[in-house]
C-alpha cells in the first residue's frame, strides 16, 4: 500500500517553478497523513480522513494547491483545486 504512495510521488510532475505546494491525504500506520506532493516526510498525522482532509484544504488554500485524496487502498478517490 506505501510503496503504490510511494510509486505515486516519485512519478508525479514537478511545477516550473520547482516543488509544487499539493497536498495528498494517505493512508497512514493505523490513521490517515497529510503530506506535500513530492516530500517522503509527512505534515501530519491525524486518526480520521476528514480532519486529515480539512488540515489538507486550509495548506492548499493559503498556497493555490490542489488537495488529492486517496482511498485506504493508495488510489486517488478525489482532487479539490484551490488555484
Do not use: C
Request: aromatic fraction near 8%.
Amino acid at each position: 500500500m506505501s510503496e503504490l504512495v510511494e510509486v505515486f510521488f516519485k512519478s508525479s510532475r514537478q511545477s516550473k517553478r520547482g516543488r509544487s505546494w499539493h497536498q495528498h491525504v494517505v493512508p497512514y500506520d493505523s490513521g490517515w497523513a497529510v503530506r506535500r506532493e513530492g516530500n517522503k516526510r509527512i505534515t501530519s498525522k491525524h486518526r480520521r480522513q476528514d480532519t486529515a482532509i480539512n488540515k489538507a484544504k486550509r495548506l492548499a488554500r493559503k498556497y493555490k494547491a490542489d488537495v488529492i485524496i486517496h482511498r485506504q487502498d493508495g488510489t486517488i478517490r478525489d482532487r479539490i483545486n484551490y488555484d
